[in-house]
């Protein structure tokens, strides 16, 4: 699930509701905080750089770390050397070498595309299992004779029509919303005569009606804290697209780009299908990610991953929109299959479609001794009681809990001050769903075109625990991958005060321990202590 700007800056509609924005603090941490130490920084990092000092005595080996993701830039500067190269495949010859099934799969796969072209867009979860369901339920009503597995799927499809509804009428809001503020600063642009307007021509502005006065109202308050225009201007813009983006796609029922894959569809068996092209129309999420687990270190440029013997596997599934289990599954065995040892998932989802032929998949990842690291996602919601997927725990076809996958590690966000604040605002949490937190808050990573980039997310904070579960099998790759989990959990910095929660009922305050199992943010220098002592 990404996390983009939008959801740090929230316009809710001018003419019916208060205008309200929720912008970041006014203090900025400097790039590369998460790598700093609470300690000896002031700053709620991973300990990153006293990690290596203890340990560069040894040798590290290669860790292969798989990025299931909307695609990954193999160019950029500060990755292009550390992406995978599978050494069987001869690139560009039209065959599949190694006879894997996957035809010049150089450095890894996309099960979103075909020599059709790439899905970029495609619907959440929720409107594909409605499309499904619906010819079937439409007319029904509650006191129609149902078969039990009947009353089950009609009991859902009305959950699925409400929760539809009102995430449609959310988004013609939204977009409704944003518009017009849009056409309303515009508008006083246009009578301020400057293209770039700063915050003193705000405020010598005179509002001539009730909208221009609510809209200026907003604008100053983003401008105290930003005073740049330029990133207010890209912020309404982006807020705007991602409206446009839920009505043209995401909840769209009538919208389906799955014929472009050319899979069939309905056989969650099929592996072989598919596209060599890795990085596809929007790599940003999926470049940043991979920056953050291993952007090479001490080059001067852009920022350090956090591991330092790492080859990234670029693994195309996550559209702008959500995932499809199918090609989870199949992603999480290539990647297995081609070596892997640690995959990386920072996507998520409210519904799923086939968890069974997940929960396979990560059965056979543990069985292969792969860790799995997956984003908790961003709703800022207890996943203790609201789902979300993937996730660890395996279920029968009625929803019955089977067990759960041990090497697994649910990572929630964090930002850099130790204060009550240190959970973010965003992070979804759990007591018994969520493992650890990491840093997540306004995280500086790489993008497409070899540029970098500040993005908030447990997507981000992810990637931070991928790259220190690589430092720990790198240098020590004799830890099975379930030892390397209990390491990065065993070895957290414990969180002392409550911390902020936000609520349906407004904010609340828990202890860290009510947030993830753990009670605390991992911590690379503690986890490498307790590795040595474990290796003696």
Not at 105 to 113: A, E, K, L, R, T
Not at 169 to 193: M, N, P, R, V, W
Not at 226 to 242: A, C, N, R, S, V
Not at 374 to 379: K, T, V
Request: net charge negative; hydrophobic share 35%.
């Amino acid at each position: 699930m990404k996390w983009k700007l939008y959801q740090s800056l929230i316009f809710v509609c001018l003419c019916v509701l208060p205008l309200t924005f929720l912008g970041q603090s006014k203090d900025k941490p400097e790039n590369n905080w998460h790598h700093l130490d609470l300690k000896s920084d002031g700053i709620f990092g991973i300990s990153t750089e006293k990690a290596y000092q203890l340990l560069k005595n040894r040798t590290a080996k290669p860790v292969i770390v798989a990025v299931i993701d909307g695609g990954i830039d193999i160019e950029h500067e500060d990755l292009k050397e550390v992406i995978w190269v599978n050494e069987k495949e001869i690139p560009g010859n039209g065959k599949d070498d190694d006879a894997n099934g996957y035809t010049d799969d150089v450095h890894g796969w996309s099960f979103i595309g075909s020599e059709k072209g790439n899905v970029h867009y495609d619907n959440t979860e929720m409107v594909r299992l409605l499309r499904k369901l619906k010819p079937t339920y439409e007319t029904a009503l509650n006191s129609t004779p149902f078969s039990p597995e009947e009353r089950k799927e009609f009991e859902l499809y009305q959950r699925l029509i409400s929760d539809y509804m009102a995430q449609l009428e959310q988004a013609k809001a939204g977009f409704y919303s944003i518009s017009l503020f849009k056409k309303t600063l515009q508008e006083i642009i246009d009578k301020i005569g400057t293209f770039s307007p700063k915050l003193a021509d705000f405020e010598d502005y005179k509002a001539e009606n009730d909208l221009e006065n609510r809209a200026l109202k907003a604008i100053k308050s983003s401008l105290k804290e930003e005073p740049d225009f330029g990133k207010l201007k890209e912020e309404i813009d982006e807020t705007l697209k991602h409206y446009d983006t839920q009505l043209k796609y995401h909840l769209n029922l009538d919208y389906d780009p799955r014929a472009i894959v050319g899979d069939r569809y309905e056989d969650s068996s099929e592996r072989s299908y598919g596209s060599p092209d890795v990085e596809g129309p929007d790599a940003e999420h999926g470049t940043h990610v991979a920056g953050i687990i291993a952007a090479i270190r001490n080059n001067g440029k852009g920022l350090d991953g956090v591991a330092n013997q790492v080859k990234i596997m670029a693994l195309r599934v996550v559209p702008d929109g959500d995932e499809r289990d199918k090609d989870v599954a199949n992603a999480i065995r290539y990647a297995v299959d081609n070596g892997a040892k640690i995959i990386n998932m920072s996507f998520g989802k409210a519904y799923v479609w086939n968890k069974a032929v997940v929960d396979s998949a990560v059965q056979y990842a543990q069985a292969k001794d792969v860790l799995l690291v997956h984003a908790a996602g961003n709703d800022a919601k207890n996943t203790d009681i609201t789902k979300n997927y993937p996730n660890r725990f395996y279920s029968d076809s009625t929803g019955l809990n089977m067990g759960m996958a041990q090497s697994w590690i649910e990572v929630g966000a964090s930002g850099w001050e130790n204060n009550e604040e240190l959970a973010a605002e965003f992070s979804n949490y759990g007591k018994k769903s969520v493992h650890v937190f990491a840093p997540g808050v306004q995280i500086y990573s790489s993008i497409p075109d070899s540029k970098y980039k500040q993005i908030n997310g447990t997507s981000m904070a992810a990637p931070v625990v991928s790259g220190l579960a690589a430092m720990l099998r790198s240098y020590f790759p004799q830890l099975s991958a379930i030892a390397v989990k209990d390491l990065i959990v065993q070895s957290v910095q414990k969180v002392e005060q409550k911390v902020k929660v936000r609520g349906e009922q407004g904010n609340t305050r828990l202890i860290f321990s009510e947030l993830c199992s753990s009670g605390g943010i991992i911590n690379a220098q503690k986890a490498v202590e307790m590795a040595l002592k474990t290796m003696k």
